[in-house]
């Protein structure tokens, strides 16, 4: 069995993650490449497609996501990502119905019952038929008007429901409000996958997106217990080998063997990238010791609260975060790193925050800013 040091482990993280070149030029592709990307927050997941396709911009982003091929709805983990759209509906039978295994709790605290819950669902198929799109104002409008209370967090589960069982996905946002749209219209061509074909197929696509991988890290993306995971590992015999580092065994594509061989006895290379709070790099592994140290999670995460903040990471290792402030003339990037940034960091961060200034059509301003440890 080949053996992987961490820093082997986090260089060929980069690739599989097209975060060290490729040939993609499309969201779609890079979208089709993953299968599923975390997008529970949309300028993060925009961002996670610029970053990778140097020289798009936001609006070619939103254009990508207005031409339907790719969209947003609840696949797995009760977590929005962003999907292939041909790939939704055997996605929400294979992973999403897993969520409404436990929905009574949810209505009963929410005071909901199923006939009102399936007759939201009735009002929001009749109301969007013929490629319409209702904004969450006009959701909870329709459903007031027919008389079903859509007040405090009754709305998003009526509309989280829906997306859940397939009957609406989220739609491209209008005036910066979130819209949902009818499946059938937005996404009539899907493919057809399902039990364990289904999720070999998402083996294969994590560990081809994600490897080198723990076996709990693909159950962890998926939220499918270990034994399935193992098991749709299994149904990949030839298309994924496993790799011994000193976190345990991992897996990757089996085409990933020769970048292997050819990353042994070399340097690692100072690649400085400014990247989401949800990017696959972070949201993309239950085990993240390959490229954040246990005490750095804090600050990344802080409070725990499930809100990650945008990374700094450098030859696939998190070296800092980063914020933004964006006024009409520019943007603002104030870089803080975990401890002192090398000079040769700085210089990447100010590259890294240039491109990110190209995709928001902004010119950038990079703020010196302490690491925590100073403040």
């Given at each position: 069995m080949t053996s992987l040091s961490v820093a082997e482990v986090r260089r060929l993280r980069l690739i599989s993650l097209l975060l060290a070149g490729h040939d993609f030029t499309t969201p779609e592709q890079v979208v089709e490449w993953f299968s599923a990307m975390q997008a529970q927050d949309l300028a993060s997941v925009k961002w996670s497609l610029g970053v990778r396709l140097p020289g798009l911009t936001e609006t070619d982003i939103d254009e990508a996501i207005e031409r339907g091929s790719i969209l947003r709805t609840w696949p797995m983990r009760g977590t929005i990502h962003l999907i292939p759209a041909r790939d939704a509906r055997w996605m929400l039978a294979t992973m999403g119905v897993r969520q409404l295994s436990g929905v009574q709790k949810r209505w009963d605290y929410l005071g909901l019952d199923r006939p009102t819950v399936e007759r939201a669902g009735e009002l929001l198929a009749e109301a969007l038929t013929g490629n319409k799109r209702l904004t969450r104002s006009q959701a909870a409008a329709l459903f007031t008007a027919e008389g079903i209370d859509a007040s405090g967090q009754r709305l998003y589960h009526l509309l989280w429901h829906s997306s859940q069982v397939g009957i609406t996905c989220?739609?491209?946002?209008?005036?910066?409000?979130?819209?949902?749209?009818?499946?059938?219209?937005?996404?009539?061509?899907?493919?057809?996958?399902?039990?364990?074909?289904?999720?070999?197929?998402?083996?294969?696509?994590?560990?081809?997106?994600?490897?080198?991988?723990?076996?709990?890290?693909?159950?962890?993306?998926?939220?499918?217990?270990?034994?399935?995971?193992?098991?749709?590992?299994?149904?990949?015999?030839?298309?994924?080998?496993?790799?011994?580092?000193?976190?345990?065994?991992?897996?990757?594509?089996?085409?990933?063997?020769?970048?292997?061989?050819?990353?042994?006895?070399?340097?690692?290379?100072?690649?400085?990238?400014?990247?989401?709070?949800?990017?696959?790099?972070?949201?993309?592994?239950?085990?993240?010791?390959?490229?954040?140290?246990?005490?750095?999670?804090?600050?990344?995460?802080?409070?725990?609260?499930?809100?990650?903040?945008?990374?700094?990471?450098?030859?696939?290792?998190?070296?800092?975060?980063?914020?933004?402030?964006?006024?009409?003339s520019k943007v603002k990037v104030e870089a803080i790193p975990f401890a002192e940034f090398s000079a040769t960091q700085r210089e990447g961060i100010g590259r890294a925050a240039a491109g990110f200034g190209q995709y928001l059509g902004l010119p950038a301003e990079v703020v010196d800013a302490k690491s925590p440890s100073q403040m």
């Open positions: 989220i739609g491209p946002t209008v005036d910066k409000e979130q819209t949902f749209v009818l499946l059938s219209d937005w996404a009539p061509d899907q493919r057809q996958l399902e039990g364990e074909e289904a999720l070999a197929e998402l083996a294969w696509s994590y560990f081809r997106a994600h490897g080198p991988a723990l076996v709990t890290d693909f159950s962890g993306w998926a939220g499918i217990p270990v034994t399935a995971a193992r098991k749709a590992i299994t149904a990949n015999v030839g298309r994924l080998t496993t790799v011994e580092t000193e976190f345990g065994d991992m897996w990757l594509a089996s085409e990933r063997d020769d970048a292997a061989e050819d990353l042994r006895g070399s340097r690692a290379r100072s690649n400085v990238l400014t990247l989401p709070g949800f990017d696959e790099l972070i949201l993309g592994y239950k085990d993240r010791r390959a490229f954040l140290e246990p005490d750095q999670f804090a600050a990344v995460v802080p409070g725990n609260n499930g809100v990650f903040k945008p990374t700094v990471v450098d030859a696939g290792r998190v070296v800092g975060i980063w914020k933004r402030t964006v006024t009409k």
